[in-house]
């Protein structure tokens, strides 16, 4: 019998996500060589597919936050340091999506870049990390603390989404609007504010911002929901889950991302995002936490890869501050009047804070830079076995 195939990784938690980070040199021969070679490896990394949703046989968790892979190399860029190249993992079809990045894994990039010796850092104090994120074509900068020449990975920063604390990692996306890799603008239709006729729903409203990610926003009450729905609320309802994604679907046409709804389905479930948005409510959090209406200042819930997210995915916490300061989208109009240089977003698991620079406005608006804050650290680090011919 041959011998599994071992492969140098890091297991990491990156915000309210975790993953399986690589160096590609790492990677075998044939993977580092062919894409498709590199993503059969990956699936059976993680335990793609698997027809009963568990990734039993892989360092996957069967969710849209737990099933994820990532790569980190030096970069060939004069004004970065690494390149980062995300995937996210279908759970059960042999499918990674590469379309999109995962700001809350961005947060163990620097960390992982550090530890494996990728770019030099600091004995003491922050260590600037500057990102190029492949998969959308931006820069990100993370400021990564340092104790004894070491990654400071445990700390007193509560995230809310992750039961412990952690050392505080500060992130800045800049000029996050639009995306170099695919050659879109914030706003692809030109509109803040935007009418989709989707087949069987009607026309509803939706703003469609490219920032961080591809994002599909649209108001709970157009959905008829409160806007405080929880994950069992939603995840437990197929019909409402279809529904979404025949939005989520149309707004990747509209947005030029999928030549059809079929196909944004079929081959792009990790992009664009779709999230609903509301005013303020008192609620009580998935940690039993209860939430005052003067505790926060806007309401959202945001699915990844057709689930409800237990918190907000870090790139859309990224599109949620760019559209939440540009007053003519859906976002802006339901939030109570008068700017804030940091928004609290109110999620099922809590509280996320994020601050967003942006000149213009309406359909002119520029987004410069989305800075917030999370902590990562390291779960595992060795090596991943994989059968021979994966």
């Known amino acids: 019998?041959?011998?599994?195939?071992?492969?140098?990784?890091?297991?990491?938690?990156?915000?309210?996500?975790?993953?399986?980070?690589?160096?590609?040199?790492?990677?075998?021969?044939?993977?580092?060589?062919?894409?498709?070679?590199?993503?059969?490896?990956?699936?059976?990394?993680?335990?793609?597919?698997?027809?009963?949703?568990?990734?039993?046989?892989?360092?996957?968790?069967?969710?849209?936050s737990t099933s994820k892979v990532v790569l980190v190399s030096r970069s060939m860029r004069p004004d970065c340091d690494v390149d980062f190249l995300f995937g996210a993992v279908d759970i059960t079809q042999p499918l990674i999506d590469w379309s999109g990045n995962c700001g809350n894994l961005t947060t163990a990039v620097g960390p992982f870049a550090i530890q494996r010796g990728l770019v030099q850092a600091p004995r003491h104090g922050i260590a600037v990390v500057r990102i190029?994120?492949?998969?959308?074509?931006?820069?990100?900068?993370?400021?990564?603390?340092?104790?004894?020449?070491?990654?400071?990975?445990?700390?007193?920063?509560?995230?809310?989404?992750v039961p412990f604390p952690g050392a505080e990692i500060a992130l800045e996306f800049l000029d996050p609007g639009g995306s170099d890799a695919e050659g879109a603008q914030l706003f692809p239709t030109g509109r803040a504010a935007e009418i989709l006729d989707v087949p069987g729903i009607g026309a509803i409203e939706v703003t469609l911002i490219t920032a961080g990610n591809p994002t599909v926003f649209v108001r709970a009450d157009a959905?008829?929901?409160?806007?405080?729905?929880?994950?069992?609320?939603?995840?437990?309802?197929?019909?409402?889950?279809?529904?979404?994604?025949?939005?989520?679907?149309?707004?990747?046409?509209?947005?030029?991302?999928?030549?059809?709804?079929?196909?944004?389905?079929?081959?792009?479930?990790?992009?664009?995002?779709?999230?609903?948005?509301?005013?303020p409510q008192a609620y009580?959090?998935?940690?039993?936490?209860?939430?005052?209406?003067s505790d926060y200042d806007l309401a959202v819930r945001i699915l990844s890869m057709g689930k409800l997210h237990h918190a907000v995915t870090g790139t859309g916490a990224v599109a949620t501050a760019a559209a939440a300061a540009i007053s003519q989208t859906v976002v802006a109009r339901a939030?109570?009047?008068?700017?804030?240089?940091?928004?609290?977003?109110?999620?099922?698991?809590?509280?996320?804070?994020?601050?967003?620079?942006?000149?213009?406005?309406?359909?002119?608006?520029?987004?410069?830079?989305?800075?917030?804050?999370?902590?990562?650290?390291?779960?595992?680090?060795?090596?991943?076995?994989?059968?021979?011919?994966?």
Request: charged share 20%; no cysteine; glycine share 12%.
């Open 132 to 161: 190029w994120q492949a998969n959308i074509g931006k820069r990100i900068i993370a400021s990564v603390p340092m104790q004894d020449g070491a990654v400071v990975e445990t700390g007193s920063f509560e995230l809310d989404g």
């Open 284 to 293: 009580r959090t998935s940690s039993g936490r209860e939430m005052a209406a």
């Open 1 to 64: 019998m041959s011998a599994q195939i071992e492969v140098r990784a890091t297991y990491m938690r990156g915000g309210t996500s975790k993953g399986v980070f690589f160096v590609p040199d790492d990677l075998p021969a044939a993977a580092r060589n062919d894409a498709q070679v590199r993503d059969r490896l990956l699936l059976r990394v993680v335990g793609s597919p698997d027809p009963y949703e568990k990734h039993i046989d892989g360092m996957g968790g069967a969710t849209s």
């Open 223 to 279: 959905l008829g929901l409160s806007g405080m729905q929880m994950q069992g609320d939603v995840n437990g309802d197929p019909a409402l889950l279809a529904k979404l994604e025949a939005i989520r679907a149309h707004g990747a046409v509209a947005m030029g991302l999928a030549s059809s709804a079929q196909e944004a389905t079929a081959q792009r479930p990790a992009t664009p995002k779709i999230a609903f948005v509301s005013s």
């Open 335 to 390: 939030i109570a009047a008068g700017s804030r240089p940091v928004l609290r977003v109110g999620h099922p698991s809590g509280l996320l804070k994020v601050g967003a620079e942006v000149s213009g406005s309406g359909d002119d608006a520029k987004v410069k830079a989305v800075r917030l804050s999370r902590t990562a650290r390291r779960l595992m680090d060795g090596v991943v076995l994989v059968p021979p011919g994966f």
